[in-house]
């Protein structure tokens, strides 16, 4: 029988054909449409992605890791609030709220081809959250001009990009996009005015990572200190690099008295840790992005050991606008987080999470008052108008405002001091560079 | 129609295997045919799957004109090339120096060049770069040759971001995008239009790639790859053969370069990873190596696999666990295909294209060792025994 | 013209940017301490690729998911120190799972492929790269990244280490000490046992080796098992000093790969040298060269690159690699 001499070769081929068979049918049932309207009429008709019961919005960002970021919680955390909006509060407008998540890779390409899916295939309401800087901004001249005629009107709503890259703010260029978390240029300027205030006439250093985040700080240091020529040393490491020990040594060299990091907590820790090393107690300003609770638990190797890290860290300035995870941990706000993420298969409580939720619950307030005219021109409309908004975890002080003319969301820091004890003891008020 | 955009491809593919091996003319006219009927399907798809899909095909057509390029280097001549994202990165930039209305250097003027020149021109400097890493290869190989190539994709971001008045930094070069003429525009979009720029470049290198790999060139790649010590003593200059698979492998990266960069409207030192480049090996290794239709299926597979991965990791994982766990389906498809076909998708057609019964035996003995294992391994199925059971004598 | 200018400066920058910058003598304690915190850097290369030629040398195959499988033992080992092992428990109980990762990793999947075209094995090398990385994102991911780490028990990261004309944490100098270690165990394995021998004849000619009565399957199957030990050393050493993360294996690997091909792939001590050159090359050229147009500190980097692509042109088969005959 010729089945008997039959190669396994062949058996694999069918077996595999009909997997692709399988997948094939699945795949269809997502029929691809040629893009809508783009312009819904203002009004009542609502737009694209919002039905009777749902509303569809998308987000791009780096969910599985393969582009090395671990900033996909993000994603999981805003979906659990979502969740509980949905199940507790009956979503908004009447309606559950569906998030639609792809992962790009961390990749400007990809970015484009997942954002392009979510607005003709799944034909989402606007993008929220869209993550990363370097992936973004592959999306973003197709979320503000999508047939790229020149023509703006008919964009999607790129809500709250999950980068502090001071280019979001650009309402000429992208009228279409707005930041969320503060952006990099308002924290330096922030922090130089701590320097100018607490240590004028210091010689001050830089270790800034060579990419747009870091220069952001870069420039806008050298833009806000009272006397620029006291930077006397700025050092640049490429992002990944694993070891900024010969960077350190170089600004200590240069015998900096106050340092800025603009680095991400790998290179910020280590840092410390080389400078640590050499005997070498410098001022440290940080970014923003360095949580104080796990950049201390990675300097002291492990969160049993925080108390190591902190005797490094004290002395620190940074600046904050959530409330910390771990710092804040007996706060009602933090422990009805810990709930909502708990009971919504969220990530384990973070600054990721928490950055998350407050994301969340900031888009929610935007839907609910674009009700009237859920279009994408409505909800951008109601994004542009928000005022005061304070979120449950945002620290005391910290509102949200946006305009047509204003599209950098949180623009109020609070520095903070790191005491050896790991508390942090606010310097002065929440100051705000709206 | 409502065909979805897999049932397409499966009846495309179906209908050319059809025409291809139903012996009802002579071989040449079928495999000509067979071509005929895939470019027909591929002319009218996107009108019926909608513009993501698209987009999506013309990254297909884009990926596969780097990996026809290095299957030129690594599958006909083979010099392994991990780094061939830096060719591609090489040529995005200097399609995208050359359109972007700004002055550079104080040569390159602010006015656009044209979509052909500029992709013409980024694959003769992608080239050119190609020369320049193809002389030091000459004294590497293998494992050193990878590792050293992988160096070169691994070096070029901060080389790109540091001299930021030519290239633009960090946040790369913004370019214009060409729309459709206007005779065109209003039966076609934009995304059409890129589809149908990057088919038509991908079938013109195709047909050069056949064209070099069928002459003496093409020959000489091979003896070089098979035994360099017997090329050069037939008389074959292997040094120079060997800087020109680089050359013309690097000229193919260049021009998928300009019209990668293109499709997307922005180039950033980080736009082709590190991942990427290596997954163009990948691609090749996977499509079959030393054949032109494997590459075309590496860029299928280099576009495609991520989300079929995604689908059938939540098929297994559900759908919150699958979309963070395709990855590991990726990999598992990966050494999955690889174990079942050691040469390749194209590899494993081509030897299905000899499949007869009573041949299949006799092959059997001929196959080599992990073959040779596994089909006995499986022998119970078809009650063939390749040279005995359980090692004997086998050497 | 402009253009021919910037070509002028290009071309003479080099020699420029070396004589212009301080000269190293200038200043003897920053010199001396760039090139102990490069070398403190590049022992973790070299350890890394310490794994890295212990494959190599015993089965002509390039592991390209060695980091990430050294990374995923590691953060095993983390949720155990999280959980209050011992320190020295867990390493052991890493180690033992790196073992036998790396033997059921031989036998199901690089088994297969051995006999086949030479590139398919680092195919499969490369899937088990992703397959390793997504489970380590899956699993660990879901909190805070990165982690924190503690050091071996005989010296931590914070303490420091005083040598006189530098200083390194003392976690550093453990490290230096074990990957020297682990260095003269496999420089003895390799060139002074009867079982080093065996595999190095596994490697280069698997059918001869089984006529004389080797074991090839056994002897592939230890050199996987003791290259993801090797691995699993690595991992838990550098976790200290470079934090967990999803990427922190990634750029080892890379320069990790680049020392062990720079020292040769079949020579253990040209793997640590490899590594402590690229680690001095990097700090060294950051310091010393400045320059708006050539060098500086961001192309450190490329610089290390450099240097490996010219020694490689002068040594085809790395410093200390000795295969470059092959037989017609």
């Keep these: ?434 | 129609m409502g065909l979805g955009f897999w049932q397409i491809i499966l009846v495309a593919v179906a209908v050319a295997a059809a025409v291809r091996y139903l012996p009802v003319l002579p071989r040449r006219w079928r495999v000509l045919a067979s071509v005929a009927v895939i470019l027909i399907f591929a002319c009218w798809m996107p009108f019926t799957v909608g513009t993501f899909k698209t987009s999506q095909m013309a990254t297909v057509a884009t990926w596969a004109i780097v990996a026809i390029g290095l299957n030129i280097l690594t599958g006909y001549n083979g010099q392994i090339s991990l780094g061939h994202g830096a060719f591609v990165t090489i040529g995005a930039y200097t399609a995208a120096i050359l359109t972007d209305n700004k002055e550079h250097l104080g040569f390159i003027d602010a006015s656009a060049w044209p979509f052909w020149l500029a992709v013409m021109a980024a694959g003769v400097v992608a080239a050119a770069a190609g020369f320049a890493v193809g002389v030091p290869a000459l004294r590497l190989s293998g494992p050193y040759l990878a590792v050293a190539s992988l160096g070169l994709v691994i070096a070029l971001p901060p080389v790109l971001a540091k001299y930021d008045s030519l290239t633009g930094g960090r946040l790369g070069i913004r370019v214009p995008q060409p729309q459709p003429p206007e005779l065109l525009s209003d039966l076609i979009n934009r995304d059409q239009w890129f589809f149908f720029l990057a088919l038509v470049t991908m079938a013109l290198m195709a047909i050069l790639a056949w064209l070099i790999v069928r002459s003496r060139w093409g020959r000489a790649f091979v003896a070089v790859r098979d035994s360099e010590v017997a090329a050069m003593a037939v008389g074959i200059p292997v040094a120079r053969y060997k800087v020109m698979a680089f050359t013309v492998s690097a000229f193919y990266g260049g021009v998928a370069g300009g019209i990668f960069m293109t499709t997307i409207g922005l180039i950033t030192p980080e736009s082709v990873s590190i991942i990427l480049s290596i997954n163009y090996f990948t691609a090749i290794v996977i499509g079959g190596l030393g054949s032109i239709m494997g590459s075309i299926i590496g860029g299928f597979i280099l576009v495609f696999l991520p989300d079929l991965s995604t689908d059938a990791a939540k098929v297994f994982f559900g759908a919150q666990q699958g979309k963070q766990l395709w990855p590991t389906v990726y990999g598992a498809i990966l050494i999955g295909v690889i174990i079942l076909m050691p040469h390749g998708v194209a590899g494993f057609v081509h030897r299905f294209e000899r499949f007869r019964p009573a041949h299949v035996a006799q092959a059997a003995k001929g196959l080599p060792g992990a073959m040779r294992r596994t089909l006995q391994r499986f022998s119970w199925a078809w009650d063939i025994r390749p040279g005995g059971r359980k090692g004997a004598g086998k050497s | ?328």
């Design chain 3, 1 to 328: 013209m402009e253009s021919l200018g910037q070509i002028t400066t290009v071309l003479t920058a080099p020699t420029a940017a070396f004589l212009a910058a301080q000269p190293p003598w200038e200043n003897p304690d920053l010199f001396f301490s760039q090139i102990v915190a490069g070398m403190a850097t590049g022992s973790i290369y070299g350890l890394v690729a310490l794994g890295v030629v212990l494959i190599y040398r015993s089965t002509d195959v390039i592991n390209f998911a060695q980091g990430e499988m050294a990374l995923f033992v590691t953060f095993v080992g983390w949720s155990l120190i999280q959980a209050d092992v011992n320190y020295w428990i867990v390493f052991v109980l890493v180690l033992a799972l790196a073992g036998a990762i790396g033997a059921l990793v031989e036998r199901t999947v690089i088994r297969p492929v051995e006999g086949g075209p030479v590139l398919n094995p680092v195919i499969v090398t490369l899937g088990l790269f992703v397959i390793f990385n997504s489970l380590t994102a899956f699993i660990w991911a879901q909190g805070q990244l990165p982690k924190g780490f503690p050091a071996t028990p005989l010296g931590s990261q914070l303490e420091v280490a005083d040598l006189g004309f530098a200083r390194i944490t003392q976690h550093q100098l453990m490290v230096l000490i074990i990957a020297v270690a682990v260095m003269l165990a496999l420089y003895l394995l390799f060139n002074h046992t009867k079982l080093g021998l065996a595999m190095r004849a596994t490697a280069q000619n698997p059918v001869a080796s089984r006529l004389m009565g080797i074991n090839v399957g056994q002897m592939l199957m230890l050199g996987w098992v003791l290259s993801a030990m090797v691995g699993a050393v690595g991992g838990i050493l550098v976790a200290p000093i470079l934090f967990l993360d999803l990427v922190t294996m990634l750029r080892v690997i890379l320069f990790a790969f680049a020392a062990a091909v720079l020292g040769g792939l079949d020579s253990p001590p040209g793997a640590m040298v490899g590594g402590l050159i690229i680690g001095v090359v990097q700090n060294v050229a950051s310091t010393y060269s400045f320059g708006p147009v050539f060098f500086g500190p961001e192309l450190s980097l490329p610089v290390a690159l450099l240097v490996l692509v010219l020694i490689l042109l002068v040594r085809p088969t790395g410093l200390f690699g000795r295969r470059a005959v092959r037989r017609v």
């Design chain 1, 1 to 434: 029988m010729w089945i008997q001499r039959a190669p396994w070769f062949l058996i694999l081929a069918l077996a595999s054909l009909l997997l692709i068979a399988a997948v094939a049918c699945k795949e269809s049932k997502k029929e691809d449409q040629t893009p809508s309207g783009q312009t819904p009429a203002a009004g009542v008709t609502p737009g694209p992605g919002v039905t009777d019961t749902e509303i569809k919005l998308g987000t791009t960002n780096d969910l599985a890791g393969t582009g090395g970021t671990p900033y996909g919680v993000i994603t999981t955390a805003i979906q659990a609030y979502f969740a509980k909006v949905n199940e507790e509060d009956g979503g908004v407008c009447g309606r559950d709220i569906n998030l639609i998540a792809e992962d790009d890779q961390y990749a400007p390409a990809l970015a484009l081809e997942k954002t392009k899916k979510l607005v003709e295939q799944d034909q989402v309401l606007g993008i929220v959250s869209a993550l990363g800087t370097g992936a973004h901004l592959g999306a973003v001249d197709y979320l503000n001009d999508p047939n790229g005629d020149g023509d703006t009107a008919d964009g999607i709503p790129d809500m709250y990009v999950s980068t502090g890259f001071s280019g979001w703010g650009d309402y000429q260029k992208w009228p279409w996009t707005t930041g969320y978390i503060p952006d990099y240029v308002s924290d330096a300027k922030i922090l130089a005015q701590y320097i100018n205030d607490s240590h004028a006439g210091e010689k001050a250093g830089i270790l800034y990572q060579n990419d747009p985040f870091g220069q952001d700080y870069l420039n806008s240091i050298q833009e806000n200190l009272a006397d620029p020529g006291l930077l006397v040393s700025k050092q640049s490491y490429e992002p990944g690099a694993p070891d900024v020990s010969g960077q350190i040594l170089n600004i200590k060299n240069d015998g900096a008295e106050v340092v800025v990091l603009a680095s991400v907590p790998n290179n910020t820790a280590n840092a410390i840790i080389s400078a640590n090393t050499e005997g070498y107690k410098p001022q440290w300003v940080e970014s923003y992005v360095n949580a104080t609770t796990s950049v201390a638990a990675i300097i002291g190797g492990g969160a049993d050991k925080i108390a190591d890290g902190f005797a490094l860290l004290a002395g620190a300035v940074v600046n904050n606008y959530i409330l910390d995870a771990v710092g804040a941990a007996a706060d009602p706000a933090m422990v009805e987080h810990k709930r909502i993420m708990e009971t919504y298969s969220g990530p384990g409580v973070s600054t990721l999470s928490v950055y998350g939720q407050s994301l969340a619950e900031l888009e929610v307030d935007t839907l609910s008052r674009a009700c009237d005219n859920l279009t994408r021109r409505g909800l951008q409309d109601a994004v542009e108008s928000t005022q005061g908004f304070h979120g449950t975890l945002m620290l005391t002080g910290v509102d949200v405002n946006l305009s047509p003319t204003d599209h950098y969301a949180i623009q109020a820091l609070q520095p903070v001091r790191v005491e050896a004890n790991g508390t942090l003891t606010p310097i002065g008020d929440v100051i705000s560079v709206d």
